[in-house]
């Protein structure tokens, strides 16, 4: 299994992760983590968890945006699979 690691947005939309099928882990530092596919990977990240408003929308909903509301995205790893 390749594990690809990225630190900003900027490298996902550079690297062009569209229309293609992606399996990725956000982890948390407290032992936490959520596994999940994305068709669109950029879309996935930039119009859902890192949209302030999207979390807000879905903070009881959704399992992923109630822990990322609880705790901020910006403590989380995210790693493609």
């Given at each position: 299994m390749k594990?690809?690691?990225?630190?900003?947005?900027?490298t996902?939309?550079?690297?062009y992760?569209?229309?293609?099928i992606?399996?990725?882990?956000l982890?948390?530092?407290?032992n936490k983590?959520?596994?999940s596919?994305s068709v669109?990977l950029?879309?996935?990240?930039n119009?859902?968890?890192l949209f302030?408003?999207?979390?807000?929308?879905?903070?009881n909903?959704?399992?992923?945006?109630?822990?990322i509301?609880?705790?901020?995205i910006k403590?989380f790893s995210f790693?493609?699979l």
């Amino acid at each position: 299994m390749k594990i690809l690691v990225f630190k900003n947005r900027k490298t996902i939309k550079e690297k062009y992760y569209k229309n293609k099928i992606f399996i990725y882990e956000l982890i948390i530092s407290m032992n936490k983590s959520y596994v999940s596919k994305s068709v669109n990977l950029f879309n996935r990240l930039n119009k859902n968890y890192l949209f302030s408003d999207y979390i807000y929308r879905n903070k009881n909903k959704i399992s992923i945006c109630v822990t990322i509301y609880k705790y901020n995205i910006k403590i989380f790893s995210f790693y493609i699979l």
